[in-house]
């Protein structure tokens, strides 16, 4: 089994910054990718940000240029550095990840809650 650890959300005004981070441990063999989801209410789950371990990243076009994720390889850790925040990007934020434990599965977090607001 794969463990999910979610942390950083909160309440920011907007133009603010946060930062979440996602750790993974249990039985892997190894990590294909890790990101993040976020889902509004009464919307779909969407990508936010996703790496591979092969290095590419890439964002959704709503966060490019203010959103960064990063990863460490040795902590089983990413993190996405969120600046310049701005209403629309509340939600509650999901740590994914797909890995090798037994076989290739995906893994989701609890989810955090982000909330921009003044």
């Known amino acids: 089994q794969v463990q999910l650890v979610e942390s950083g959300g909160g309440l920011v005004q907007p133009g603010g910054s946060l930062r979440l981070s996602c750790a993974a441990s249990g039985s892997i063999f190894a990590i294909n990718a890790m990101g993040w989801y976020r889902q509004a209410p009464g919307k779909r789950r969407e990508l936010v940000a996703r790496i591979t371990t092969a290095g590419d990243t890439n964002y959704a076009d709503s966060v490019k240029g203010r959103f960064t994720l990063s990863g460490d390889n040795a902590k089983n850790t990413v993190y996405l550095q969120m600046n310049s925040l701005k209403p629309e990007d509340t939600a509650v934020y999901y740590c994914?990840?797909?890995?090798?434990?037994?076989?290739?599965?995906?893994?989701w977090g609890q989810g955090t809650q982000v909330t921009v607001s003044s």
């Open positions: 994914n990840v797909v890995a090798v434990t037994n076989r290739l599965n995906v893994y």
